[in-house]
């Protein structure tokens, strides 16, 4: 079993749509939780992290970590085909001398015309 | 956020043959990390690279097939050696950006023949 699963889509949906992108997670020990978009040919984008259970907003962007379900989310309000894009979830243990991250495969999104 | 290049941004090499991938960053970082993105499948973490010390390996990757320096604080490299066409992959540095977060190159794209 993978420490952190995410469905690779693709997810297609129409502008203006609202998109639930998800993954999980096995490890408790995971404490920060990040997100990042990953245009093709591009490296990974940091769009938002957060280390609490509970939403977190940043513009059409809103991050969800449910630590009891081990359980992230992104959600897009009014999908734009600008957002077209693979989204990774990202879980890290902070050692505090080390900074690993484990991802998930990605989620490709199409946002359509 | 740093700023992040790498070189070569793409390359295609024969078997049995060495690259080596530089990544510069602008500004000093304790911490920089070298990843691999294999199509499908999820980013893996090859080793940390720490100014002075020796990198450190994830299992699974040996320091004779990827040799890593870090002669400062803004620059490192990453060697492929004895390529194989298994080694065919994105790579991608990224560094320690504080506040637990981490900031991605735009990676390189490796075709072996």
């Known amino acids: 079993q993978k420490e952190v699963e995410q469905d690779p889509g693709p997810l297609s949906v129409p502008e203006g749509a609202i998109v639930s992108l998800n993954c999980t997670y096995s490890n408790s020990a995971f404490q920060y939780f990040m997100w990042y978009r990953q245009y093709s040919r591009k490296g990974p984008e940091l769009l938002m992290y957060t280390y609490s259970s509970g939403n977190k907003e940043d513009g059409r962007f809103t991050a969800q970590v449910d630590k009891s379900s081990k359980y992230i989310s992104l959600f897009i309000r009014d999908s734009q085909p600008s957002d077209s894009a693979t989204y990774l979830c990202a879980c890290k243990i902070n050692t505090g001398t080390a900074s690993k991250l484990t991802f998930g495969t990605g989620t490709r999104l199409q946002v359509t015309l | 956020s740093a700023v992040i290049s790498q070189k070569p941004s793409r390359d295609i090499c024969q078997r049995g043959t060495s690259l080596t991938i530089q990544c510069q960053v602008d500004?000093?970082?304790?911490?920089m990390f070298w990843y691999r993105q294999q199509p499908g499948q999820s980013l893996t973490l090859i080793a940390t690279a720490n100014q002075g010390s020796e990198a450190t390996y994830e299992s699974g990757f040996v320091i004779d097939k990827f040799p890593i320096s870090r002669p400062n604080l803004t620059f490192s490299t990453l060697t492929v050696s004895n390529m194989s066409p298994e080694d065919s992959s994105i790579y991608l540095c990224s560094v320690d950006g504080g506040s637990d977060t981490q900031y991605f190159g735009p990676g390189t794209r490796l075709t072996v023949l």
């Open positions: 500004s000093q970082v304790t911490m």
